[in-house]
């Protein structure tokens, strides 16, 4: 499982923890809210964050140094 993954899955984890549902939705205080918004706004980002950082990887390589030094700005934005 990559970093992208991982930070998807514990914010489905967290969002649903600080969603409110049900019953328990009146009495769900503003700071779980909150939280609940931001996790939210992560997973929508983190959609658009995988396609980009899979088109970076590919073109990475056509930026090193030269075949020997395979490092450059591109990469590290990666990891």
Known sequence: MDLLQSLQ???R????FFSPSGA???GT???SRRFAAAFAALLRHGRHLGPALTHLSQ???NFDLD???PGN???SLIQ
């Open 9 to 11: 899955l514990l914010a």
């Open 13 to 16: 984890d967290n969002l649903s």
């Open 24 to 26: 328990a939705a009146s």
């Open 29 to 31: 205080s503003g700071t």
């Open 59 to 61: 073109v990475a390589p």
């Open 67 to 69: 075949p020997e030094t």
């Open 73 to 75: 700005g591109y990469r």
